[in-house]
């Protein structure tokens, strides 16, 4: 629901408000630069990927980093043994969880300008649904391996190996973007990563 405002407000009131307008900006720019859709697309592509914002960053920032802005994302596995028919034919069921941490993600906000926070936000939401893309990609590497009766071990080197594999789509995406400074090649990413995201 949405009011217009008829009288003219208060000073007292403009400073309730204009968080409330920063707040309501920063969501439609991050929304639209994410809409980046042909007109027939239906649903939210991104359901079960959180949405972040300024809030999400608490972690501390590094010393003599580089970087404006870095989030990290936590990869974790389980697996179940589904059938053995030998010890040279092992079925395995991975699960990977995805995570995005808040605690270790951080954003130096003494070295961002007002009107660049939003482009930098919208940058970094591309990476947590690059990360989930990356570990569906991940998941179903290790769902379609052969196992043996070493299956601990062949899963953990398997991961190492598809992880890095797949991980390079990051580096890709941050050399592209000029870590999302570059805007044209920031919106043809979020295109990109829409269509990667459909297939989740």
Not at 38 to 44: F, K
Not at 84 to 101: C, E, G, M, Q
Request: glycine letters at 4%.
């Amino acid at each position: 629901m949405c009011e217009f405002i008829r009288n003219r407000p208060s000073l007292a009131d403009m400073e309730l408000f204009l968080p409330f307008i920063s707040c309501l900006k920063r969501s439609v720019f991050i929304l639209l630069l994410f809409a980046q859709v042909d007109s027939y697309a239906q649903g939210n592509t991104y359901k079960g990927i959180p949405i972040i914002d300024i809030n999400f960053f608490k972690g501390p920032v590094p010393a003599n980093t580089s970087f404006a802005s870095m989030t990290y994302i936590d990869y974790s596995y389980g697996f179940n043994i589904e059938s053995t028919r030998s010890f040279r034919d092992v079925k395995v069921k991975v699960t990977l969880n995805i995570s995005p941490n808040s605690s270790r993600s951080y954003l130096d906000r003494s070295r961002i300008k007002d009107e660049n926070l939003d482009q930098l936000i919208a940058h970094e939401q591309g990476h947590i649904v690059i990360g989930f893309v990356i570990g569906k990609q991940v998941q179903d590497a290790l769902n379609a391996s052969h196992y043996t009766k070493n299956y601990k071990e062949e899963i953990k080197t398997n991961y190492n190996k598809f992880y890095k594999e797949f991980e390079k789509l990051q580096y890709q995406y941050d050399e592209e973007t000029s870590h999302g400074s570059d805007k044209e090649a920031q919106i043809k990413w979020n295109r990109k990563i829409q269509l990667l995201a459909e297939k989740l």
